[in-house]
């Protein structure tokens, strides 16, 4: 989960869902479940529909801090086939917690049939000036809502702090029929280890959170291609730091 936060690349997407698949995770079981609440896992409602939280430990089980669950051991596939059998719109995964994530409804569909989820291909996370124009692919842009100043403010204060950043965009990004991303795309400084790269992109989402209640709102990516960071220029994100 944290590679992905840091770069999500095919490979690291592929990975992640692949132990997803094999995992035993924790999920919150209803104490006291009603006659009507056959499911007996804790299905929030989002703005988009149905949310299942599930936790990756128990510690961040216990960070969620809601009454009335109590922590419970479901196999990765189990938890998939619940999720699409009752529609959910997606899973958040450590959602109060570092890492965290979420799985979307496409995703979950795959997952459930034991199947990984296509990921972006280097074309889809490459896209052209005007990404927005070609179906199929992943849409980039500006959001139509911009996030709160205290979240922006946050951000930059997190990026400023880790000095091999060296730019930063704000952009959403859509696939298909999922909820568009609010993304941070992140440019560091070139000739850096990868460790380097993975544990400054670590800080940077870590402190981010520390900093902010709304940060879930964001998800970060390394820009490492030209071609992409061009798009950002271009229109499709805004600048939102520069060293």
Same mark, same amino acid.
Request: hydrophobic share 40%; aromatic share 6%.
């Given at each position: 989960?944290?590679?992905?936060?840091?770069?999500?690349?095919?490979?690291?997407? =592929?990975?992640?869902?692949?132990?997803?698949?094999? $995992?035993? @995770?924790?999920?919150?079981? /209803?104490?006291?479940?009603? *006659? %009507? &609440?056959?499911?007996?896992?804790?299905?929030?409602?989002?703005?988009?529909?149905?949310?299942?939280?599930?936790?990756?430990?128990?510690?961040?089980?216990?960070?969620?801090?809601?009454?009335?669950?109590?922590?419970?051991?479901?196999?990765?596939?189990?938890?998939?086939?619940?999720?699409?059998?009752?529609?959910?719109?997606?899973?958040?995964?450590?959602?109060?917690?570092?890492? =965290?994530?979420?799985?979307?409804?496409?995703?979950? $569909?795959? @997952?459930?049939?034991?199947? /990984?989820?296509?990921?972006? *291909? %280097? &074309?889809?996370?490459?896209?052209?000036?005007?990404?927005?124009?070609?179906?199929?692919?992943?849409?980039?842009?500006?959001?139509?809502?911009?996030?709160?100043?205290?979240?922006?403010?946050?951000?930059?204060?997190?990026?400023?702090?880790?000095?091999?950043?060296?730019?930063?965009?704000?952009?959403?990004?859509?696939?298909?029929?999922?909820?568009?991303?609010?993304?941070?795309?992140?440019?560091?400084?070139?000739?850096?280890?990868?460790?380097?790269?993975?544990?400054?992109?670590?800080?940077?989402?870590?402190?981010?959170?520390?900093?902010?209640?709304?940060?879930?709102?964001?998800?970060?990516?390394?820009?490492?291609?030209?071609?992409?960071?061009?798009?950002?220029?271009?229109?499709?994100?805004?600048?939102?730091?520069?060293?």
């Amino acid at each position: 989960m944290r590679q992905v936060a840091e770069q999500d690349t095919p490979e690291n997407r =592929r990975a992640l869902f692949e132990l997803l698949l094999d $995992a035993t @995770l924790t999920a919150a079981a /209803i104490d006291n479940p009603s *006659t %009507e &609440a056959e499911r007996g896992l804790a299905m929030l409602e989002g703005k988009d529909g149905l949310v299942l939280p599930v936790f990756t430990a128990v510690d961040a089980f216990r960070a969620w801090r809601q009454t009335g669950y109590t922590p419970v051991a479901v196999p990765g596939r189990t938890l998939f086939e619940m999720a699409a059998r009752y529609d959910a719109a997606r899973i958040e995964v450590n959602p109060a917690s570092v890492p =965290r994530g979420w799985i979307s409804r496409t995703e979950i $569909a795959a @997952l459930a049939s034991g199947r /990984i989820p296509p990921g972006p *291909t %280097e &074309a889809r996370t490459q896209p052209s000036r005007q990404p927005s124009r070609q179906p199929g692919q992943v849409k980039v842009g500006r959001p139509a809502v911009r996030p709160p100043d205290a979240l922006i403010e946050a951000t930059q204060r997190a990026l400023d702090s880790q000095p091999h950043a060296a730019e930063a965009w704000l952009f959403v990004r859509a696939e298909g029929s999922d909820p568009p991303q609010l993304m941070v795309g992140v440019r560091l400084a070139p000739g850096l280890s990868q460790p380097d790269v993975e544990a400054t992109m670590q800080a940077i989402l870590e402190e981010t959170w520390a900093r902010s209640t709304e940060a879930e709102q964001l998800k970060f990516m390394l820009v490492a291609d030209r071609a992409f960071r061009e798009t950002l220029t271009s229109g499709a994100g805004e600048l939102i730091f520069e060293r």
